[in-house]
């Protein structure tokens, strides 16, 4: 079996572990407070690196490398909970999908700039799963006064900055892997955790509490997306980074099937297209 094919492979068990792992930690946000979920989830999932790190025995990658990548949990960090809030206050069905698509365009740009570009057939598969990105992950606008607002340059602005977070999380580890897996992700995981920490401290919401009842299910989450980032870190560093990233990104795709199968909701027209779409892109960055 080819690297490339490996690398796509492992891409396509990142987008499980991360579609899976926003379920759950949808479903649980339910319940308690989407920080919280956050802080305990990304705990555990930092427990269960430093296993593998020392179970792999993978030496310590250069200090540059932890610092870049601790760099870049800070910054998605950050951009997780501007998302959050934007998400809150209205204008969902614009602003998740573009969000979405910003943060894959910037990898694929980086990779073409780096790498050169990528066979003509895996660049329609790359322009068919943004497109499919952006029809499932966008819902529409359920609300009247959400189909009324007007799309400002505002909302653009805070559209690109939390895209540029999030794509350098993906540029930055994706970078890094090459040299080693698991202690960048530490020094993601860490940082992020603090950030949390200090964001909860800073706004007192400190009040609430997890119940022992949902522990088992935020350190699945937390082992889940910590699946995902080590599989994504694994197809970067055995192929080109704009197809791992483009690959990964096709969680939402895992997300929706699973409230479809867990929660029965209705899935769009436009959200079954984009999932066709997807099937399809996959087909064609997999061709050789």
Known sequence: MSSELLAI???LASAIGYGAGDFGGGYASRRT???LVVLVSNSAGLVLLLLIAFL????LPPAADLVAAAAAGTLGTIGLVRFYQE?????MGVIAPSVAVVTVAIPVLFSALSEGMPKTNQIVGIFL????IWLITRKGATRKREQKSAFTMR???VIVVIGLMFSAFLVTIGTVSERSIAWPLVAARSVSILSVILFLTITGRWGSSVPRSQL????GIGFLDVGGSAMYALSSSLGRLDIAAVVTSLYPAMTVLLARIMLSEELGSRQWLGI???LVAIVLITIG
Do not use: C, N, T
């Open 216 to 219: 088992k299910l935020l350190s």
């Open 33 to 35: 407070d989407a920080l």
């Open 9 to 11: 492979l492992a891409g």
């Open 276 to 278: 066709g779409l997807a």
């Open 56 to 59: 792999l025995a993978e030496p």
């Open 87 to 91: 998400l809150a206050g209205g204008k």
């Open 129 to 132: 799963a943004i497109l499919a």
């Open 155 to 157: 909302d653009m602005a």
